[in-house]
């Protein structure tokens, strides 16, 4: 039977892969050619030794422009997120008073615009994946811990 991790070792093992999730994300998605995002991803861990009260993953805010597909003066609302609503709802109207050509040529200008940007989900997925692991192990190592604790109580000889 394998011993059971202390819970911080345990959170420190699962960051060290997540983290390595994100930079094969960085090289596979093509994000980030000047590496100032991936060079900014921090994690804290607050913990005693035997809890961990909060893990904090920090990085340039930039970083959640990408995994949204959105930056550069483009809005939330105009971004792939908003790809299905346009598909859903219609086309959104551009009213400024201007007429039909310059609205139509401002319209295709916005459609340009949004697809150039794609989401790249570098941060989500993968840190719902982590969550799900850290649960599991969790559960796990629990488990591992309660029967060692069980297997020290029981006596290893019995006198008669």
Do not use: C
């Not at 422009?65 to 959105?70: A, F, R």
């Amino acid at each position: 039977m394998a011993k059971a991790l202390s819970n911080v070792k345990l959170v420190a093992l699962l960051l060290d892969e997540l983290f390595d999730k994100y930079r094969l994300e960085f090289r596979n998605l093509n994000i980030g050619d000047t590496g100032e995002l991936a060079r900014s991803i921090n994690r804290h861990i607050l913990a005693n030794p035997q809890m961990v009260k909060s893990i904090k993953i920090s990085y340039l805010r930039r970083g959640m422009y990408v995994d949204q597909g959105t930056g550069r003066g483009l809005k939330f609302s105009e971004g792939a997120a908003a790809n299905w609503k346009r598909k859903r709802f219609g086309k959104k109207k551009i009213n400024t008073g201007k007429s039909y050509y310059k609205r139509r040529r401002m319209m295709q200008a916005a459609n340009k615009q949004t697809q150039l940007r794609k989401p790249k989900p570098w941060f989500t997925t993968h840190t719902a994946w982590f969550y799900r692991r850290l649960m599991e192990r969790t559960l796990e190592n629990s488990s591992d811990r309660a029967i060692e604790e069980l297997l020290e109580a029981i006596p290893r000889m019995i006198e008669l």
